[in-house]
Each structure stands twice: as C-alpha cells, then as structure tokens.
C-alpha cells in the first residue's frame, strides 16, 4: 500500500476491526531479539581492509591517510575462520597497496581462510598493487564497475634529509662498519652498489607477485607479467584480461557467496562486519595524537614517516608526493 499516515490508521481499523494499539519506540526496544527468531539466520563475515596497506593496526596516519593494518586485517580473518557462525568471508577491499610485506602477511591469512571456508573478494574503488596482491588466494573476486584494478608491481625508493639538516644547520656522525651500513641511512643517498642490492629485492618481491596471479588466474607467467609492470585497468578492462572473475557490486559477490556456502538464495542472511566501528572518543583521540606528534616535534615526525618507507618494497599504486 501508498498511503498517509492517517490513511495508515484508517486502514487497520477496517483491516482488525477495533482501534490498533500505539507502541512507542521506547517500548519496541525494549522487546529481545531472542524473541523475534532473526537471530538463526546464517553468518557472513564482512572484513574491511580501507586504506594503505601497513604493519600494525587499523589506523590514520598523517600522510598516507586511512591506514590497513596488517596485524588488524589478520586478527579480523583468523576471527571469522575460527568462528563456527560464520559460514562464509567477504574480503571488502578499497586500498591502492601499501607494504609489500605486510601484504604479504595479509595474502597468508587470506590463504589460510580460504582452505577452510568459500572467501569471495568485493572491490570498491581501488584492489592496485597490495590491494590486489591479497585476493589471490579467494575462490572468486568481484569488482564494482569503474573501480582500479592490477597495478602489478613493486617499487622501493629513498629519501635523503641532508639539504634540510644543511638548511637547519644541524649536524650528524655516523660510524660506518660495512660497505652497505648505511643502505637505510636518510642522511645520503644509494651508493651504485646499494642500488644494485634493492634492485635484486624489489625484483624477488616482484617475481612473486605475478606468480602468485599467473596461479591464482590459470595464466602464464609471461601473461601476468604483460598485464603487470605497474599497469592499471577499470574493472571492466581487469574482466577482459582475466584479471578478475566479475564485474559487480557488493549484493552481486554476496549473492554468489551465498551459493558457494550452500545457503539458500531466498535466505536473508546475518553480515558481521569486521572492524567494528570506533566509538566516538576513540576517533577523537586518534586525530588528537595524530595532530601532537606533528605539532611537537614536526622534523622528528617527518623523519619517522620517512624510515616506515625507506629502501622497503612497496606493492602501492604510484602516486606523486609533492614537499
């Protein structure tokens, strides 16, 4: 029925021949859940990984933005494969990559999860670099439309402070015993021979990456590497080149979820949403950290923010940082 509200009353009078009773909010609330039998329905595990891809937990960092932690994401899917309710896993994915270690942390909990219960992978907006990299092992892997897909690759670069110390005029000594002592110093640059050295790290992680795709994909290596080399695709362009399994929402990678777990299509089923939500003062007092440290000691803060990406191979979408 279209009705107004009074229409609405109207319309239950005729309807149960007396006056309805009015039941406030208040007293709805009141009523258990237990009692209403919603709570039998079957689980589904929703795990968020929104951010760049980090060591440590969900957080937000000054630079990069929302941050994935790592060590969050794995408790989160070692929860919900632990968890008898839950039937299934939904990897809800919105990163353009990060650490490549810590995507790789990240892949080995996903590949845990993945040979006990069905894990289906749901994209929004960006699964580049890391953010991809982790889907390899799910049984299938949906992408909204227009979402950024791929950007295989790996890179590793370093930043040196000495013209700011120099501007500063502050001063440093360093004892150097070993010809690669100083590789992740941020005081000078690579040396030709140090250079040579990440290279040989970032191409092993690179190697890796795209066999783990050509596995997960049914293609050779050759293929991957193609589509690879820091390449990205709209969702529809990761479909034709089989980098993907459908190109779909949220509802559409639930829907063939559900068929994987065995649970009937016409059931409505239960989400339970992995981080849960930050309460209001934990949200506050994250930006309030965040902004101390900076105000404190704003050189030393960019000195820490400049060590957590030095010389380490990042799987992360390419992006332009401007100082």
């Not at 309805?20 to 929703?46: C, F, G, M, W």
């Not at 968020?48 to 060590?71: E, H, L, Q, W």
């Amino acid at each position: 029925k279209l009705l107004f509200f009074d229409d609405i009353v109207q319309y239950l009078k005729v309807k149960g021949e007396k006056t309805p009773n009015r039941l406030e909010a208040t007293d709805y609330a009141r009523i258990p859940a237990s009692s209403l039998n919603i709570r039998n329905k079957s689980r589904i595990a929703v795990i968020n990984c929104t951010g760049v891809i980090a060591s440590g937990i969900d957080s937000d960092d000054p630079f990069y933005g929302k941050k994935a932690g790592a060590k969050t994401i794995v408790q989160n899917l070692k929860k919900a494969t632990k968890s008898k309710s839950i039937k299934a896993i939904i990897l809800r994915i919105d990163s353009p990559g990060g650490s490549a270690l810590a995507s790789d942390l990240i892949w080995k909990a996903v590949k845990d999860a993945a040979e006990k219960k069905p894990v289906i992978a749901s994209v929004v907006d960006l699964g580049a670099s890391g953010g991809y990299y982790i889907t390899t092992p799910v049984d299938s892997f949906f992408s909204a439309p227009g979402s950024l897909i791929g950007s295989i690759g790996i890179y590793a670069g370093k930043f040196s402070i000495r013209g700011l110390y120099d501007k500063l005029k502050l001063k440093t000594e360093s004892i150097k015993i070993g010809d690669n002592a100083t590789l992740f110093s941020i005081m000078d640059p690579w040396s030709k021979r140090e250079r040579a050295i990440i290279y040989k790290i970032i191409n092993d992680f690179y190697v890796n990456f795209v066999q783990k795709v050509a596995d997960a994909r049914h293609k050779k290596y050759e293929q991957v590497d193609n589509l690879g080399q820091g390449h990205v695709w709209t969702s529809e362009q990761a479909m034709a080149n089989g980098l993907i399994d459908d190109v779909g929402n949220f509802y559409d990678a639930l829907d063939a979820l559900k068929e994987k777990a065995g649970i009937n299509e016409d059931e409505s089923v239960r989400l339970s949403y992995y981080p849960q939500k930050k309460s209001l003062l934990g949200n506050i007092m994250g930006k309030v950290e965040i902004a101390l440290s900076i105000q404190n000691n704003p050189i030393r803060s960019l000195i820490r923010q400049l060590e957590k990406i030095q010389n380490k191979p990042m799987a992360l979408m390419p992006y332009k940082i401007v100082w």
